[in-house]
């Protein structure tokens, strides 16, 4: 006999154009109502010789890993893996809620919040 176990990490669909566009535009506002730029104390020298603004311009640019969401249908019901750098890898994972899905805004928050 075969039982099949829902995996939150595993399959998923495809996400159509829309909901990519939806989904960024979420989470860019989240960041950006959530989030404020930390202060670069003025004399501060950076670490590669660079100037202040250089640094800081270089730091604005820079990706940061934070996490993976896998979308299953539903643009509120997303699975979440965080990345981790120590393994450079995606690692399933849970929402700061205990949950296994929820809102990319919840996945921005838990990763952010883990990270930072």
């Known amino acids: 006999m075969r039982m099949w176990v829902y995996n939150p990490h595993t ?15 979420r989470i ?5 109502n959530a989030y404020t730029e930390p202060d670069v104390p003025r004399g501060r020298v950076s670490p590669g010789g660079e100037s202040r ?26 699975s979440f893996a965080f990345y981790t750098y120590a393994h450079e890898k995606y690692e399933p994972s849970f929402l700061i809620s205990g949950e296994t899905q929820g809102t990319p805004e919840e996945a921005f928050e838990t990763s952010a919040r883990f990270l930072y």
């Open 11 to 25: 399959g998923g669909k495809k996400v159509p154009p829309a909901v990519q566009a939806r989904t960024e535009r």
């Open 28 to 32: 860019l506002d989240y960041a950006n």
């Open 53 to 78: 603004e250089e640094w800081i311009e270089r730091l604005r640019n820079t990706p940061t890993h934070l996490c993976r969401i896998r979308y299953f249908g539903n643009e509120d019901r997303w």
